[in-house]
Nanobody, 124 residues
Framework: QLQLVESGGGLVQAGGSLRLSCAASGRTPSRYAMGWFRQAPGKEREFVAAITGSGGYTYYADSVKGRFTISRDNAKNTVSLQMNSLKPEDTAVYSC?????????????????WGQGTQVTVSS
């Protein structure tokens, strides 16, 4: 099993920044592609960003491209999401997810391991 624990959420004003972290433990995390998803109240879960196991390739939702950056440190078994220029519409519970293998997807059903989520609230 792979365990994922997110941290770094909180309350921030519009235009501000937050950095989320996802700590992975259990099996060899570097063999897993990782993704960040978010879910706002009353809305479906949506894809935010993903990164391959090596960290060599990343993919972003159009809504966050240019503002968010996903990265990973395999030596520390962590994946981070740097969020800049935050907007009120970025308010959601953010969850990290993992799937075994090198391919990354924007579909949440492709990921078999999930963290518990961390709340991000952006005030206007």
């Amino acid at each position: 099993q792979l365990q994922l624990v997110e941290s770094g959420g909180g309350l921030v004003q519009a235009g501000g920044s937050l950095r989320l972290s996802c700590a992975a433990s259990g099996r060899t995390p570097s063999r897993y592609a990782m993704g960040w998803f978010r879910q706002a109240p009353g809305k479906e879960r949506e894809f935010v960003a993903a990164i391959t196991g090596s960290g060599g390739y990343t993919y972003y939702a159009d809504s966050v491209k240019g503002r968010f950056t996903i990265s990973r440190d395999n030596a520390k078994n962590t994946v981070s999401l740097q969020m800049n220029s935050l907007k009120p519409e970025d308010t959601a519970v953010y969850s990290c997810a993992a799937r075994y293998g090198s391919d990354i997807y924007s579909r949440s059903d492709r990921y078999g391991f999930w963290g518990q989520g961390t709340q991000v609230t952006v005030s206007s």
